[in-house]
């Protein structure tokens, strides 16, 4: 999908692609890369947003809101608002271990 394109570029369509495929991780990994490098942290979570604006159920809502949540932590330092997602995560499935892993380390 990416390839060797212009991340700029790419961007759009690895956009279009993650939100007609919420399911699919993998689409939403490229989209997130592809954010990230082409206008950062920022970028990828005005990304996330869009997506979890349509999330189709809360297994794809639980994913956004972990992903957001390691992109404030990661990407800014955000520790607070991370974990606000996360817990925002375990709402929405309880059994997301990602999001449980980073809240229980994140407040360690």
Sequence with gaps: LL???DPA???PHARRAAAL???DGS???RALAAALAAGGAFAAL????DLLASAPDLGVRARLLAQRG?????????????????REALEAD?????????????QA
Excluded: C, V
């Excluded at 005005?46 to 947003?49: A, E, G, N, Y």
């Excluded at 390691?70 to 996360?86: S, V």
């Excluded at 309880?94 to 994140?106: C, D, I, N, T, W």
């Design 3 to 5: 390839g060797a394109q």
């Design 9 to 11: 570029q790419a961007l």
């Design 21 to 23: 495929s919420p399911r």
């Design 27 to 29: 689409l939403l990994e």
């Design 46 to 49: 005005d990304l996330l947003d």
């Design 70 to 86: 390691d992109t404030l932590y990661d990407q800014l330092g955000w520790k607070d608002e991370a974990a606000h997602a996360w």
């Design 94 to 106: 309880p059994r997301h271990a990602g999001a449980r892993e980073r809240l229980s380390s994140a």
